[in-house]
């Protein structure tokens, strides 16, 4: 009798401390939809499995499942800094591409601005389109006379010292009319599109690794976790909960990972 109350409260203990890092989660899910980090399906999903599991952890319908939840805890507060980190980059990433959004704003306004297309290359320096970035400002160099751009030229000497690979120079095909650009250009040679703008765009649609790491939680929780618990259910209820869940992790994981061009994302 004395171990089964032991055991109650040992339960109850667990299940409390089971909360804090549970809540932390939500208030970042929550945090992350509001802000447009991840789409209300992967938030109110994040949110919805951890209440789930915080419950499973203080008033078990299956004790054996006990272990599994304190797990599922676990693998919570062991990924959680690598959601935030991903979402972190991501809101940096959003940062740059409304810089370059002004900058091309800026070049639209005055074709011959130099120092708006200097501000572009740099930008795309950061967001990873290195070869693209020194072509521009090499064909910048004879408008840039060395008194006035003499920063510039040591950052294009720095940028050729640091070796970017052949493939970072390949052309960009144009989003809107499909016509395949050289390094050196801003602008489509076809439709005179910001075809560097929208590439940049869509990389950071792509860039979805937060999303990812959520919806992969969602599902195996579901797996691990909800569908063992929903059997303890009447059978018809069971099988229905247990089909949703399935459903619901498939639709997840489908959407985190679809490549938002067309297929599924590697």
Same mark, same amino acid.
Not at 122 to 135: F, T
């Given at each position: 009798?004395?171990?089964?109350? +032991?055991?109650q409260?040992?339960?109850?203990? #667990? /299940?409390?401390?089971?909360?804090?890092?549970?809540?932390v989660?939500?208030m970042?899910?929550?945090?992350?939809?509001? /802000?447009?980090?991840?789409d209300?399906?992967? /938030?109110?999903?994040?949110?919805?499995?951890?209440i789930?599991?915080?419950y &499973?952890?203080?008033n078990?319908?299956?004790?054996?499942?006990?272990?599994?939840?304190?797990?599922? #805890?676990?693998?919570?507060?062991?990924?959680?800094?690598f959601?935030?980190s991903?979402m972190?980059?991501?809101a940096?990433?959003? +940062?740059?591409? &409304?810089?370059?959004?002004?900058a091309?704003?800026?070049l639209?306004?005055?074709?011959?601005n130099?120092?708006?297309?200097?501000?572009?290359a740099k +930008?795309?320096?950061?967001?990873?389109?290195c070869?693209?970035a020194?072509?521009i400002? &090499?064909?910048?160099?004879?408008?840039m006379?060395?008194?006035?751009?003499? &920063?510039d030229?040591?950052?294009?000497?720095?940028?050729?010292?640091?070796?970017v690979?052949?493939?970072?120079?390949?052309?960009? #095909?144009?989003?809107?009319?499909?016509t395949?650009?050289?390094?050196?250009?801003?602008?489509?040679?076809?439709?005179?599109?910001?075809?560097?703008l929208?590439?940049?765009?869509?990389?950071? #649609?792509?860039?979805?690794l937060?999303?990812?790491?959520?919806?992969?939680?969602?599902?195996?929780i579901?797996?691990?976790?909800?569908?063992?618990a929903?059997?303890?259910?009447?059978? /018809?209820?069971?099988i229905?909960?247990?089909?949703?869940?399935?459903?619901f992790a498939?639709?997840?994981v489908?959407?985190?990972?679809k490549?938002?061009?067309?297929?599924?994302?590697?």
């Amino acid at each position: 009798m004395n171990f089964d109350r +032991i055991a109650q409260h040992s339960t109850a203990l #667990v /299940g409390c401390i089971a909360w804090i890092p549970l809540a932390v989660w939500i208030m970042a899910c929550v945090h992350w939809t509001i /802000g447009g980090d991840v789409d209300p399906l992967t /938030g109110l999903g994040g949110i919805a499995v951890a209440i789930g599991l915080g419950y &499973e952890a203080i008033n078990p319908p299956v004790p054996q499942l006990a272990p599994l939840t304190v797990i599922a #805890v676990f693998i919570t507060v062991f990924m959680f800094p690598f959601v935030r980190s991903a979402m972190d980059k991501r809101a940096l990433r959003s +940062i740059d591409i &409304e810089a370059l959004e002004k900058a091309y704003a800026s070049l639209g306004m005055r074709n011959d601005n130099v120092m708006a297309k200097i501000r572009i290359a740099k +930008i795309l320096w950061d967001l990873g389109v290195c070869g693209h970035a020194i072509r521009i400002v &090499e064909a910048l160099l004879p408008s840039m006379p060395q008194r006035f751009f003499m &920063e510039d030229i040591r950052m294009l000497k720095r940028w050729h010292m640091m070796r970017v690979e052949a493939h970072f120079f390949a052309p960009i #095909v144009c989003a809107e009319c499909h016509t395949s650009n050289e390094g050196g250009i801003l602008f489509c040679r076809q439709c005179g599109a910001p075809f560097l703008l929208d590439f940049v765009k869509g990389k950071g #649609v792509g860039n979805r690794l937060g999303k990812k790491l959520i919806s992969t939680w969602v599902s195996l929780i579901a797996v691990l976790i909800g569908i063992p618990a929903a059997k303890a259910m009447p059978p /018809g209820p069971s099988i229905a909960l247990i089909v949703l869940m399935m459903l619901f992790a498939t639709a997840m994981v489908y959407m985190a990972f679809k490549d938002p061009t067309g297929g599924v994302a590697a």
